[in-house]
């Protein structure tokens, strides 16, 4: 796929490694629409990126499907979905206050795991509708888990599994979409360097940073689009997960 003639849609890219996707394809001569709950941030971006922009609840079917089809009339049609809209929730099983609240976990499966979804079948939905390049392609879709689907730590059930769930869909969702010529893949990050985790300090950023294998700092959130943007070019691609980490593996 060329980034030139790439028409994406990103969930979360208001911030974070998002909107480091949306620059990134936007500075490739990609059409770009974000999809975000911040409306405030979101359109701030879109106007310094020259891209669209649309408030969305990930998890909700009817916000989705009004933004996706809004996206999809604004571009002429949508041909990359890539999908980073999350939460994280810090939750252990059992704590001092009793049992992992079934509210909080079920809201971190429904933003991060059933959002992804909601979010790439109706962008599918678009893309099966596109004229096939000279691979038989009509899109690809890039997901967004985390290592902690791999190594989750304590107080990470909720994330862990949501993050998981992505990692784990992401074959099927290939074998699916296979016959309509629509590639799907997904990245784990490692610690990246994004607006929640600037917040938390110096001393806290370099101590995260000690337990990376090499380079011994967090990614940068430019690396990440970097990774996208290679996907979507590599036609060869799919269904796979790529971590992108710095050989992190968490205690």
């Known amino acids: 796929m060329q980034i030139s003639e790439t028409r994406a849609i990103i969930t979360g890219a208001a911030s974070g490694l998002g909107e480091a996707a949306a620059r990134a394809l936007r500075e490739g001569g990609a059409q770009v629409t974000i999809l975000d709950r911040d409306a405030a941030r979101g359109k701030m971006v879109a106007r310094e990126i020259g891209a669209g922009f ?13 933004a996706i089809a809004a996206a999809q009339e604004t571009m002429g049609g949508i041909t990359a979905c890539i999908n980073c809209a999350g939460i994280a929730t810090a939750e252990r099983t059992l704590g001092r206050k009793g049992p992992h609240g079934l509210e909080s976990f079920r809201r971190t499966i429904d ?9 790439l079948r109706l962008a599918a939905a678009a893309m099966a509708r596109n004229t096939p390049d000279a691979q038989g392609q009509r899109g690809v879709i890039v997901n967004t888990a985390s290592i902690a689907a791999f190594d989750g ?30 590639r799907v893949m997904a990245i784990a990050p490692g610690i990246f360097l994004t607006p929640m985790l600037t917040g938390l300090g110096s001393e806290v950023v370099e101590g995260l940073a000690k337990d990376v294998t090499f380079p011994k700092r967090l990614g940068d959130p430019a690396e990440f689009a970097a990774l996208v943007r290679f996907i979507l070019e590599n036609d060869y691609l799919n269904g796979e ?11």
């Open 54 to 66: 649309f408030r969305v609840d990930v998890a909700d079917e009817a916000s989705a499907s009004q």
């Open 111 to 119: 933003v991060n795991l059933a959002g992804s979804f909601n979010v």
């Open 153 to 182: 730590q304590k107080g990470q059930a909720a994330y862990a599994a949501s993050k998981a769930g992505i990692a784990g869909m992401t074959l099927p969702l290939a074998r699916d979409l296979a016959s309509l010529g629509i």
């Open 241 to 251: 997960v790529i971590r992108i980490d710095g050989a992190l593996r968490m205690q």
